[in-house]
């Protein structure tokens, strides 16, 4: 039964192994576990872009500043990417995920350097306990440079998949732009920051889980890029941590959840948090996640906005270039405490 299965990734395992109990090497300390019966169905904000693009522009980026102040994290809606692209692509997600064992085994890796990957938990090369989670990694910006090594099973995976990536980074560019304005900087300066920019995306698929209070999808941990932006189905999980409380982000639907990155975090010179959250499973239904990570290019010099720096409030971080922080991130494995430690301009 399953804790011996040979299985590469978990949905094979659910689905083929019938199992009734989650194998040992997906079970956290009693210390670490998720406490399901302990959980805030407090809100994050939820911000309108109808009015970025019109007069009234600066009363939405002080929404944005003050949600990224306050909570690291809200939602929006108005956003302007098609429905019909949300659509597709969540389509695209649960039929691929649903293609046979040996399809989706021809793109399996365990190796976190490729910029196309399928695989499972987070970093199985570095990770003790597994995470109840297959997905899909891809690399998605410049396009062109990527779009050659991704499924063409199922057949229009690709031309929704770039549909939907073109039209989020709309979303992403705009967003950044609000973000630099809402610090008191040049509305360019962060942009101007990210070199030739980077854009990557995961497909998660959790599947459901017999012992869901004995796992996680995802543990606690931020995110290592500049702003996540984040897709999910109609099914519950995303958790945020705010006030040292777990929060419920409960789906709405045709919105994206937007959550600051580390990266934001060092060019706000800590103004700006990127706050831990998490997935968790639930034991009848399973879940699809797309978040976009958007990024600067692993190149791109990366530290606290030189305006943001004063006597009072000295830079936290030293420079760094994103591949340098992206490559301890990968081979850390997932963790609660920040990778940021070790680019504090004090070590
Ligand atoms: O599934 C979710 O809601 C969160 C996903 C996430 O945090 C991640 O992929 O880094």
Redesign the pocket.
């Known amino acids: 039964m399953a804790a011996t299965s040979k299985r590469l990734l978990l949905s094979d395992l659910v689905s083929s192994d019938k199992i009734d109990k989650v194998p040992s090497n997906y079970i956290r300390p009693i210390s670490q576990r998720p406490n399901l019966r302990h959980v805030f169905h407090d809100s994050i904000p939820l911000i309108d872009l109808s009015h970025l693009y019109g007069p009234n522009r600066c009363h939405v980026v002080d929404q944005i500043g003050r949600a990224c102040r306050e909570y690291g994290f809200f939602q929006v809606k108005n956003h302007r990417v098609p429905e019909s692209t949300i659509a597709n692509m969540m389509q695209i997600a649960r039929d691929f995920f649903k293609l046979p064992e040996e399809e989706r085994l021809k793109i399996y890796t365990d190796d976190p350097t490729r910029t196309t990957r399928l695989s499972t938990s987070f970093n199985i090369r570095t990770e003790k306990i597994a995470n109840w989670r297959d997905f899909l990694r891809l690399h998605c910006h410049p396009l062109q440079d990527y779009i050659h090594e991704w499924p063409t099973n199922p057949a229009s995976f690709r031309d929704h998949v770039a549909e939907y990536c073109r039209s989020v980074r709309g979303l992403a560019l705009q967003l950044i732009e609000a973000i630099s304005e809402s610090l008191g900087l040049d509305r360019n300066y962060i942009s101007r920051q990210l070199g030739k920019h980077g854009q990557h995306m995961?497909l998660?698929y959790?599947p459901p889980c017999p012992q869901p209070d004995l796992t996680y999808?995802?543990p606690g941990?931020t995110?290592l890029n500049l702003i996540?932006i984040?897709l999910?189905d109609h099914v519950p999980?995303?958790q945020v941590l705010r006030k040292g409380h777990w929060i419920a982000v409960d789906p709405v639907p045709n919105t994206f959840i937007i959550n600051i990155g580390d990266q934001i975090q060092v060019i706000s010179n800590n103004k700006y948090k990127s706050v831990l959250?998490r997935?968790v499973v639930n034991c009848d239904e399973e879940r699809i996640?797309i978040?976009t990570f958007y990024c600067p290019s692993p190149d791109a010099v990366i530290g606290p906005a030189p305006e943001l720096v004063t006597d009072d409030e000295p830079a936290v971080y030293r420079q760094f270039t994103y591949g340098e922080c992206y490559n301890k991130f990968w081979n850390r494995g997932l963790a609660t405490e920040t990778c940021l430690d070790m680019f504090l301009a004090t070590n």
């Open positions: 995961a998660n959790y999808g995802l941990h995110d996540t984040l999910q999980g995303l959250h997935a996640s978040p």
